[in-house]
């Protein structure tokens, strides 16, 4: 091999560059190792293949054997993909960024530093994809058991990761992920999936205000219509509360003997609050208010749990 030249004799793929690099410089590094490709050519080559395909595939081209060169060749197909926006990601790739996405925190300088997409990049991705697909939620199990994750752990993880995306402040992709949810799952709401996530992260009166913005008319089942009714309780409002407690019974049918005390105390309150005649502007009393937020503490960690088992809420139903 001839004697490199350019930024790429300067490559350290202990310590990769790739996103400083110009376009010209890219192609030049990948010039000299046998690689001739531009824009129209890459997004042809790569129209029906996997990342890993198309890695496997310039390597074998270049047959480069340096360890450090073979992080450049293979990088340099994962930067140009994302450098030049083509309209899809390989499967195999969107598979790996959601898996890094429910496990791992997306810090903007980490990510910058491992040239990973953000986030909110890879929701963006995902969305996109979904687009294409006629069935939301086994598109996304297929996508995850290919990484040898059973399908229905996906959303639990998803769930924790919003809680740990909560506690250091980033509650829009957090909101994004619970509409992300909403999507796939078919039913919820994201105000919903948001506010079980900041309950898990002990910010009760921000979980409040979330269940406030979750519309009548949202399909919460497993556990989150009681949720939202406990914490609209909590913010004072025992319209919003006797509504979703009462879905909540519907769809779970629950007998007393099976609430918390703190749930019972609830809706013996709701039960006077209506024998009085359901007066909207009755202020609701601070112990009723306490009864309702550790009820929906309780009530977020059983819907939480529906998420975790099986992939099934209660008896036995598929989220």
């Known amino acids: 091999m001839a004697a490199l030249t350019g930024r790429l004799q300067h490559w350290d793929g202990r310590q990769p560059d790739l996103r400083a690099w ?12 046998g690689i001739a490709t531009d ?6 080559l790569v129209a029906d293949k996997s990342q890993t395909d198309q890695e496997e595939d310039w390597l074998q081209e270049s047959g480069v054997t340096d360890e450090n060169l073979q992080v450049f060749v293979w990088l340099s197909v994962r930067e140009l993909w994302q450098r030049w926006q083509l309209p899809y990601w390989p499967l195999d ?22 040239h990973a997409p953000t986030a909110n990049e890879v929701f963006a991705a995902l969305e996109s994809w979904l687009e294409q697909q006629p069935d939301a939620r086994a598109a996304v199990d297929g996508l995850v058991e290919q990484l040898g994750m059973p399908p229905q752990a996906w959303p639990g993880k ?22 992300f949810l909403t999507r796939v799952l078919g039913h919820g709401d994201a105000h919903i999936f948001l506010a079980a996530a900041l309950v898990s992260a002990r910010m009760l009166d921000r979980a409040v205000a979330a269940a406030l913005e979750v519309p009548m008319d949202a399909d919460l089942r497993h556990g989150f219509d009681e949720l939202c009714g406990h914490l609209c309780l909590a913010a004072g409002d025992p319209v919003l ?20 005390f703190a749930a019972e105390t609830v809706h ?21 208010k306490a009864a309702a937020r550790q009820a929906a503490a309780q009530s977020a960690y059983y819907a939480w749990m529906a998420f975790a088992g099986e992939g099934a809420g209660p008896g036995g139903v598929a989220l």
């Open 22 to 33: 110009s376009d010209a410089e890219l192609l030049d590094g990948l010039r000299q190792l």
């Open 39 to 44: 824009q129209p050519l890459f997004t042809a």
């Open 93 to 114: 790739r969107l598979g790996r960024m959601l898996a890094y996405l429910i496990d791992a925190e997306f810090a903007a300088e980490y990510a910058d530093q491992l």
């Open 158 to 179: 998803l769930l924790d990761a919003m809680a740990e995306w909560t506690e250091v402040g980033h509650l829009s992709l957090a909101l994004r992920g619970g509409a």
């Open 241 to 260: 509360a006797d509504f979703w407690l009462a879905r909540a019974q519907q769809n779970d049918g629950a007998h007393a003997s099976e609430r918390t």
């Open 268 to 288: 013996n309150y709701l039960a006077s609050w209506r024998a009085a005649g359901r007066d909207e502007a009755a202020p609701v009393p601070d112990t009723q």
